[in-house]
């Protein structure tokens, strides 16, 4: 860090600090207000049946493609 020599750049330095600080808590603030939107548990419930449904789907989507492949072999 460089010497501060005047009064000025003091000042000039704090209000550079609190600045920072400020941004520093918005974006605590911006993410701690991400981290309760995703751990609510109806958005816990809404992810679990996406998976649950995708899986499901890609699972019948396998069945289906390695039923046509089979009845293919069989002709």
């Not at 808590?25 to 809404?46: F, G, H, N, V, Y």
């Amino acid at each position: 860090m460089r010497k501060i020599k005047r009064l000025t750049q003091l000042r000039k330095e704090e209000r550079r600090l609190r600045e920072h600080r400020a941004e520093l808590e918005r974006a605590i603030q911006s993410d701690w207000l991400l981290i309760r939107r995703t751990l609510e548990p109806a958005s816990l419930a809404t992810e679990a049946f996406r998976a649950g449904t995708t899986w499901i789907g890609k699972k019948l989507l396998t069945g289906l493609t390695s039923r046509k492949t089979t009845e293919k072999s069989r002709s």
